[in-house]
């Protein structure tokens, strides 16, 4: 198993541009996640889905958008890039919440918004 | 006042010291504690997991419940160069679709 993946590794975008990150995961979890790290400023929850079709904002889903039509994939989208995007973005996925249910990271995107 | 406060260091140790890591919290909801550890470039990985209060041990791991005080604690036995990432503590709720809460992380670095 892959586990989570996330393309791309690093990306540079000029202000105004928009991309979409990848996030695919071949455990068959249920529930997706996507976060942003800042520099000591721990892991911030933008958006996450319990199941294809259902999606939810996390406390910062300013700026950016998602969609889940499979259970295996969750895109974040960003329209009109900014600098305060420029962070490290994580995509985890895990079978619940709660108990023993642990959350899968993937490797991460590093996004420079200039 | 922030759901989940945690120190972010950084802390530098000597190899073989103990290490405590610390984080509070406010919701007395919370009943799933967890730590996870990270590397530099890569993504959080679960060290440890407990609910409720108590005491869980796992090698030179031990994580710590103290529900009283709201209070959540990871010790380091013997630390190790390896053990050089930074910590983060994270919570939930007992029920429903509430995503875990991650503290800030704290950066630990063990000198050989």
């Known amino acids: 198993n892959a586990g989570v993946t996330q393309t791309p590794k690093f990306r540079i975008l000029k202000i105004g541009q928009s991309m979409t990150l990848q996030c695919t995961q071949d455990?068959?979890?249920?529930?997706m996640y996507w976060y942003r790290q800042d520099p000591g400023m721990g892991l911030k929850l933008i958006y996450y889905?319990?199941?294809?079709?259902?999606?939810d904002k996390g406390e910062v889903p300013n700026g950016y958008n998602v969609s889940r039509s499979t259970t295996e994939d969750f895109p974040l989208r960003l329209e009109l890039a900014a600098p305060s995007q420029t962070s490290v973005y994580f995509c985890?996925?895990?079978?619940?919440?709660?108990?023993?249910?642990?959350?899968?990271f993937g490797p991460g995107t590093r996004l420079t918004v200039l | 006042q922030k759901e989940v406060e945690q120190d972010p260091g950084p802390l530098s140790v000597p190899e073989g010291a103990i290490v405590s890591l610390n984080c509070t919290y406010s919701?007395?909801?919370?009943?799933?504690f967890m730590w996870y550890r990270q590397y530099s470039r890569k993504g959080p990985e679960l060290l440890m997991y407990?609910?409720?209060?108590g005491n869980k041990e796992d090698g030179r791991f031990t994580a710590q419940v103290d529900k009283s005080s709201k209070y959540i604690s990871l010790f380091i036995r013997d630390s190790q160069p390896s053990d050089s990432a930074t910590y983060l503590c994270?919570?939930?709720?007992?029920?429903?679709?509430?995503?875990?809460?991650f503290g800030k992380g704290t950066r630990l670095s063990v000198i050989a």
């Open positions: 455990m068959n979890h249920n529930y």
């Open positions: 994270a919570m939930s709720a007992l029920s429903g679709n509430t995503p875990l809460v």
């Open positions: 985890a996925s895990s079978q619940g919440q709660g108990w023993g249910n642990e959350q899968f």
């Open positions: 407990t609910y409720s209060s």
């Open positions: 889905s319990v199941g294809a079709g259902i999606t």
């Open positions: 919701n007395s909801a919370f009943q799933y």
